[in-house]
């Protein structure tokens, strides 16, 4: 199995998505988790996460996966593991936010709220790395190197 998770090629086209996602979700994480880029934070996310019905579990998976998830894409660490879990982050958030609001996001505000594009994208790239795994630079590939050598052992 993690032979499996680990599988990759050397696209370079993988590595160019997977720095893109994991510099894209960073800023997400860190706002939720460390309250950089104007964010709330750990304790005031954790409120209200809760407050909308989420128990504490999800919540800790969801700055995990995009504070820490983002990091280890970048590095090509897990690349399935982690573009699935931001995937699946993202989906839950397109559901309950911005489906209502129609595809388009709100950039001239006259709009209620912000539309699903940006999540449209943000899938699709998940997916692409799901599918194919981190490619060129990853250390997944390094990892999968190794354990066909007979070496790392995860």
């Known amino acids: 199995m993690v032979k499996a998770l680990l599988a990759t090629d050397n696209s370079p086209a993988q590595l160019l ?11 997400h994480g860190a706002q939720k988790v460390l309250g950089w880029f104007g964010g709330p934070g750990y304790g005031a996310t954790v409120t209200a996460f809760s407050a909308m019905g989420f128990p504490l579990w999800a919540i800790i998976l969801l700055m995990v996966s995009e504070f820490g998830g983002s990091l280890l894409l970048v590095l090509g660490l897990y690349t399935r593991v982690w573009a699935l879990a931001i995937g699946t982050a993202i989906a839950i958030c397109l559901k309950m936010n911005h489906l209502q609001n129609g595809f388009f996001m709100n950039w001239a505000g006259q709009q209620r709220g912000e539309g699903f594009e940006y999540h449209i994208l943000v899938l699709g790239i998940a997916l692409a790395l799901v599918v194919r795994g981190g490619g060129m630079l990853s250390l997944d590939r390094v990892l999968a190197r190794d354990r066909r050598r007979g070496g790392i052992m995860l």
């Open 17 to 27: 998505i997977r720095l893109a996602l994991g510099m894209v979700i960073f800023p």
